[in-house]
């Protein structure tokens, strides 16, 4: 079995998209035959209004997948905030050959919003504000057949830039003060490590009654592997102190991947993992090997200085294999 995580960074249609889809796809459908994938984890899957429908669908979605193999897969996605349909921009979308179990959206049931006053707003702010996580986990569990399952975790934390604070830009790009700056960049780190937490504490519920649950947790983590997001999610031995906890730690698989071909990102020259693959210790007993599709990615702080509208993506999409056996199941490997 064949488990993949893919950044397809604002997939859209119409005006909100900065390329057409036609041009995308030309790029985009041979990355995606690549990975040959049975679960395949998609992020920033952007929502589409469609005449006649009441709620945004994943119209652009369907027509990337037309003639691929991933056209007929069973299909999950996160919703928006008001739990029609999904969200305008940035879905988490998981794609399995296999059929779904179960379907669970993760956003501030274990972890509720932060309140926090923030100091450097203009005019200043006098109420604490929620520190919202800007989308939702999704976990789906996988039917592997013969009453076996697989859960997967598809998730797309919050990038490391600063946050919006009230009257401390002055544009896009540009800050009023350092202190502005600094304290978005603060709230950015909070949510995202708030977010980690809760993914936590749900790795705590599945795996301290079933420790040999076979889990995968796939996505775009914004953060490499010794930053705080990734070390909270995995729970490391070395972290807790505590050997009788292992059972129910993470194990980051991408660190199988050569040094020189472990990236997921290309950002002002600096190759860095991103995109991550993480495993129960059950599927690491089954996890046979790891690629990182990163041979045709340009540099995406150089794209975005000269403006280029890029076709593909400036995430490599990561591919695990694992020598799970569902041929008892629906469909054979």
Not at 64 to 78: C, E, K, Q
Not at 184 to 191: D, I, K, N, W
Not at 273 to 284: K, P, Q, T
């Given at each position: 079995?064949?488990?993949?995580?893919?950044?397809?960074?604002?997939?859209?249609?119409?005006?909100?998209?900065?390329?057409?889809?036609?041009?995308?796809?030309?790029?985009?459908?041979?990355?995606?035959?690549?990975?040959?994938?049975?679960?395949?984890?998609?992020?920033?899957?952007?929502?589409?209004?469609?005449?006649?429908?009441?709620?945004?669908?994943?119209?652009?979605?369907?027509?990337?997948?037309?003639?691929?193999?991933?056209?007929?897969?069973?299909?999950?996605?996160?919703?928006?905030?008001?739990?029609?349909?999904?969200?305008?921009?940035?879905?988490?979308?998981?794609?399995?050959?296999?059929?779904?179990?179960?379907?669970?959206?993760?956003?501030?049931?274990?972890?509720?919003?932060?309140?926090?006053?923030?100091?450097?707003?203009?005019?200043?702010?006098?109420?604490?504000?929620?520190?919202?996580?800007?989308?939702?986990?999704?976990?789906?569990?996988?039917?592997?057949?013969?009453?076996?399952?697989?859960?997967?975790?598809?998730?797309?934390?919050?990038a490391p830039l600063a946050a919006a604070i009230q009257g401390q830009k002055v544009?896009?790009?540009?800050?009023?003060?350092?202190?502005?700056?600094?304290?978005?960049?603060?709230?950015?780190?909070?949510?995202?490590?708030?977010?980690?937490?809760?993914?936590?504490?749900?790795?705590?519920?599945?795996?301290?009654?079933?420790?040999?649950?076979?889990?995968?947790?796939?996505?775009?983590?914004?953060?490499?592997?010794?930053?705080?997001?990734?070390?909270?999610?995995?729970?490391?031995?070395?972290?807790?102190?505590?050997?009788?906890?292992?059972?129910?730690?993470?194990?980051?698989?991408?660190?199988?991947?050569?040094?020189?071909?472990?990236?997921?990102?290309?950002?002002?020259?600096?190759?860095?993992?991103?995109?991550?693959?993480?495993?129960?210790?059950?599927?690491?007993?089954?996890?046979?090997?790891?690629?990182?599709?990163?041979?045709?990615?340009?540099?995406?702080?150089?794209?975005?200085?000269?403006?280029?509208?890029?076709?593909?993506?400036?995430?490599?999409?990561?591919?695990?294999?694992?020598?799970?056996?569902?041929?008892?199941g629906p469909g054979s490997m």
């Open positions: 079995m064949r488990i993949a995580t893919f950044n397809l960074e604002s997939l859209d249609l119409g005006p909100k998209a900065r390329m057409p889809l036609e041009a995308r796809a030309e790029i985009l459908r041979p990355a995606l035959a690549r990975l040959d994938a049975d679960v395949i984890c998609l992020q920033e899957i952007n929502g589409q209004r469609i005449k006649g429908r009441h709620e945004r669908t994943l119209a652009a979605l369907d027509l990337l997948l037309v003639g691929t193999r991933y056209a007929d897969y069973h299909r999950a996605s996160t919703t928006g905030v008001d739990g029609q349909g999904v969200a305008d921009v940035h879905n988490v979308v998981t794609l399995s050959r296999l059929p779904f179990l179960s379907t669970r959206e993760l956003r501030h049931q274990l972890m509720p919003p932060l309140q926090y006053l923030v100091k450097t707003a203009d005019p200043t702010a006098s109420e604490p504000e929620p520190l919202r996580f800007d989308r939702p986990i999704l976990i789906v569990e996988v039917d592997l057949g013969s009453g076996r399952r697989l859960t997967i975790v598809n998730l797309h934390f919050r544009a896009p790009f540009v800050w009023k003060s350092i202190s502005g700056w600094a304290e978005g960049f603060f709230l950015s780190a909070v949510r995202r490590g708030a977010q980690a937490l809760e993914l936590r504490m749900v790795m705590d519920e599945l795996l301290e009654p079933d420790p040999h649950r076979l889990v995968a947790v796939a996505g775009d983590f914004n953060a490499e592997d010794y930053e705080t997001p990734i070390k909270i999610v995995v729970g490391a031995e070395e972290d807790t102190g505590n050997g009788s906890l292992s059972a129910k730690t993470l194990v980051v698989l991408d660190r199988a991947i050569s040094s020189d071909r472990r990236w997921s990102v290309l950002h002002h020259g600096r190759p860095q993992m991103l995109d991550h693959i993480l495993a129960s210790r059950a599927l690491y007993g089954q996890f046979r090997t790891i690629e990182a599709h990163n041979e045709a990615l340009g540099d995406e702080v150089v794209g975005y200085s000269k403006g280029d509208q890029l076709l593909g993506s400036y995430h490599a999409a990561v591919v695990a294999e694992f020598a799970l056996d569902a041929s008892d």
